[in-house]
């Protein structure tokens, strides 16, 4: 009997500094990011984004800018390794390829 209760909140602490550890990341992310249209309409069609892990999450920036133009609702971990290890490196992507790049991490 004590065993199993040892088990039981040994599980319970497991979960709860897994949830806190989440909540961390979400504070973390930036408040004004702004929404895919918004970012997508205002850059000319000739630049390029870097896609990367922001917050450990799928970030796309502008070039030369620290904070990302869209952040993909995905966390990196849950990705197969050789897209993880894509995004941790970062690529490039034309204007025209960012929709895809969304469509393929966020489903």
């Known amino acids: 009997m004590r065993k199993t209760l040892m088990c039981s909140i040994t599980v319970f602490l497991l979960i709860f500094l897994y949830f806190v550890s989440f909540v961390a990341n979400v504070a973390d992310m930036p408040k004004d990011v702004p929404d895919e249209a918004e970012c997508i309409a205002e850059v000319p069609d000739s630049e390029e984004y870097t896609v990367r892990e922001y917050g450990g999450k799928v ?3 502008k070039p030369g800018s620290s904070l990302p133009e869209y952040v993909i ?3 990196t971990f849950t990705l197969p390794e050789t897209d993880r290890a894509m995004i941790a490196s ?3 992507v034309g204007k ?4 895809g790049v969304i469509e393929d991490y966020s489903s």
């Open 73 to 75: 609702n995905v966390f």
């Open 59 to 61: 970030g796309i920036f």
């Open 96 to 99: 025209d390829m960012i929709a």
């Open 90 to 92: 970062g690529f490039t």
